[in-house]
């Protein structure tokens, strides 16, 4: 399938696919071992793994203990991080202690910060069902103190160990798979198995991020007098974001700005914005409109004399600290945003 070429194709898959594995999730949950075996499998297959954990994580809110434990072992299954704290939320707002503390251990881990928007939804579901550590884990990260990481018993999550596909065959193949009995002593090598030849890394699988900025500027002329009048330009941007990828794409930032140039004293041109934190499902497309900046000064007939007038505008979008796309009408404004400075306060 081309990717590029066959956008509607490619959502409408998508929603066939969430629907059949919501059923698999959710029959999973309700002891069906077909279902839950169907699960396993599909966590080998590259292009529909993320799927599979979504599946995981709805049988997983069931008590589903192993559903869980492959959640836990992410890492085991070739499920992407991201992909797993997601899956999570759901067992953690069903106030389930092992997920909750996974949740908290992201949040109180400065390289997990992609995932603290996630992280925090599960959190917040668990706190609202009263779950003292979820709290306390939130009120942590809000005063800006480090969270404090429940005990987590590393026996029960030997214990509990399932084992992962012993190959996987990304290219679509039929998966010749092995698995264990997860009672199984995790002194066992059964008890470990790996895949004799490891997925490619999932942590670094492509961003497939489209960015489209669109403008809207207004100008209004205010305290005119003869040939002298005074005016105030704004300009929001609509920014439409859209993920391509058939994965979860997690922490990205979107960067946004609209220049204004001082006409009298000052650097010439400043960009005035901010940045927000997404995550986004597969396909997901999201829309941000951005507050009016604006721009005020005083014209004589056509000829501005004072005061500072918008120049342009732009957005970015990073993904772990690197711009994977941009967009900056004109193109000569990029160097304002090397210093992007916060909104201005309202006159």
Not at 72 to 84: D, M, Q, V
Not at 95 to 124: C, H, K, S, Y
Not at 185 to 195: D, E, I, N, R, W
Request: hydrophobic share 45%; net charge positive; proline share 7%.
């Amino acid at each position: 399938m081309d990717y590029g070429r066959e956008q509607q194709r490619l959502i409408n898959n998508n929603i066939l696919m969430r629907a059949a594995f919501d059923v698999l999730g959710e029959s999973s949950g309700k002891g069906n071992a077909t279902a839950f075996d169907a699960l396993k499998k599909a966590t080998g297959v590259r292009r529909i793994n993320g799927y599979a954990a979504g599946a995981l994580g709805t049988a997983a809110a069931t008590g589903h203990a192993e559903a869980l434990e492959m959640l836990l072992g992410f890492n085991r299954w070739g499920i992407l991080k991201a992909t797993a704290v997601s899956a999570l939320e759901k067992p953690a707002a069903k106030n389930q202690e092992r997920a909750v503390n996974f949740l908290i251990r992201v949040l109180a881990d400065p390289a997990d910060q992609p995932f603290w928007m996630m992280a925090r939804r599960g959190l917040t579901a668990a706190a609202n069902s009263g779950n003292a550590n979820a709290k306390a884990a939130l009120e942590e990260i809000a005063s800006g103190k480090p969270v404090t990481v429940p005990p987590d018993s590393a026996a029960a999550n030997q214990s509990r160990a399932v084992a992962a596909p012993a190959a996987v065959n990304t290219a679509g193949a039929k998966s010749q798979l092995a698995t264990a009995s997860p009672s199984t002593p995790p002194s066992s090598p059964a008890a470990v198995l790996q895949p004799s030849k490891p997925n490619p890394p999932r942590q670094v699988l492509p961003a497939q991020l489209h960015l489209e900025v669109k403008a809207s500027t207004k100008k209004r002329e205010v305290a005119a007098s003869g040939n002298l009048a005074g005016y105030v330009q704004s300009r929001s941007l609509n920014i439409v974001v859209r993920n391509a990828a058939p994965y979860v794409m997690s922490g990205v930032t979107v960067r946004w700005g609209v220049v204004k140039t001082q006409l009298r004293g000052g650097p010439r041109a400043t960009a005035y914005g901010a940045e927000q934190l997404l995550d986004f499902q597969p396909l997901e497309t999201k829309t941000i409109t951005t507050p009016f900046v604006e721009a005020a000064g005083r014209r004589w007939i056509n000829t501005i004399l004072e005061g500072e007038k918008l120049d342009g505008h732009g957005a970015q979008l990073l993904v772990a600290g690197k711009v994977v796309a941009e967009e900056f009408s004109p193109p000569s404004v990029k160097p304002a945003f090397e210093n992007l400075k916060p909104l201005p306060v309202d006159r």
